[in-house]
C-alpha cells in the first residue's frame, strides 16, 4: 500500500503542477498579453513563477477605456473558463480518452481546476479588490457583493462536482483490497501531493523577491492599512511642551494648607442654611424669656432682677444678631 500511495502522490503532484503551469501561461500571456495587443496596447514586462503565479504589464496609449479596458483586465480568467470548457468538451467527445484511467484523471482535474480557480478569483478578487477584480471593486463599490456572491456560490458548486468526478477517476488508479483501505490511500495521497505543491510554491515567493507581484495580490485593507502607515511615518513629531522653572531667588508660594486657613478666616461667617430657622427661632424665645423674667423682677416677683435684664437685654442683642445676619446662599437651581 505505501508504493500506491506513494506512487499516486507523484501523479498527483505532476498533474497539479501541469494544471497550474498551463493556466498560468494561458491566463498571462494569452488572456492579457494577446488581448493587450489586440486593443492597441504593448507589453511592458512580466514574468512567470515556476511554481507560483505571476504577473504582465501593458500600456496603450490613450488608456484603454470601456470594453476594450474590462477585456484586457478580465482577459486571464475569461481564458481559464473557455480552456475548462473545451477540455470538458474534448473528455465528453473522445471515447478513448474516458478509457484510459491517467489521462481521464488528467483532463477532468485540469478542467474543473480551472473552473473554480476562475471563479474563485473572480469572487475574490472583487470582494477584496486584488489582481484581475481590482476593476470591478473600485468600479462596484459597495454593491460588489451582488457579484462576488453568486460567483463564489457557482465556484464553491464547480469544487464539489469536480471533487466528485476527480475522486472516481483516483479510485480508478488505487487498486487496495477494501473500499476503506482504497480512501485512505487517496486522502494521503492527496495530500501529500498537494502539499508539495503547495510547499513549492510558498518557498519560491519567499526566496524570489517579487515586489510587482505582491503589490499586484494585496487587497484594498492592505493598501489602506500602508497609507495609514505611511502618513503616520511622514507626520513630523510634535516638540516636547516646555517646562517653566522658578529660580532660587524667586519668593516663596504660600502652601495650600496656609492659604485654605488664610481664605476661611477672611471669609465671613454665617449660619449654615438649615440652622437659621432654628436659630432665629432660639434667638426670638430667648429674647420674650428675658423680658419675661426682668418684667417679674421690676415686679418684685423674684429677686435679682438685675440679671433678669442683663439676660433679656442679650437674648434682644441675639435676636437682633440673628435676624440681620443674611442666609446663605442655597444650592443653585
Known sequence: MARTVVGLAALVLAIALGISRLGLIAHELVGHGVTARLAGGHVTGWRLHLFGGGWLGYRAEPPLRGAAGWLVQLGGIG?????????????AASPRLRAAPTA??????AAWA????????????????????????????ADRLGLAGPVAAAGIAAALVGGRAVGRRLRALTPTTTPRRQL???????ALGGGAHAALTAGELAVRRDRTYHAVMQTEGQRATARELAARASTPPRAPASRSTTPRSAAPVATSSAATAASRRSAPRCWPRWWWPYGRRHGVVAA??????????????????GVAGGGAG????????VAARPPPPGPPA
Open 104 to 109: 481521464a484523471l488528467a483532463v477532468t482535474a
Open 288 to 305: 420674650r424669656r428675658g423680658a419675661d423674667r426682668g418684667g417679674r423682677a421690676a415686679a418684685g416677683d423674684r429677686p435679682g432682677g
Open 314 to 321: 442679650r437674648g434682644a442683642r441675639r435676636a437682633r444678631a
Open 184 to 190: 485512505i490511500a487517496i486522502a494521503v495521497a492527496v
Open 79 to 91: 481564458v481559464e473558463l473557455t480552456l475548462a470548457a473545451a477540455l470538458a468538451a474534448l473528455w
Open 114 to 141: 480551472l473552473a473554480t480557480h476562475a471563479a474563485w478569483y473572480l469572487a475574490a478578487g472583487t470582494y477584496h479588490g486584488f489582481g484581475d477584480g481590482w476593476g470591478l471593486h473600485q468600479a462596484l463599490g
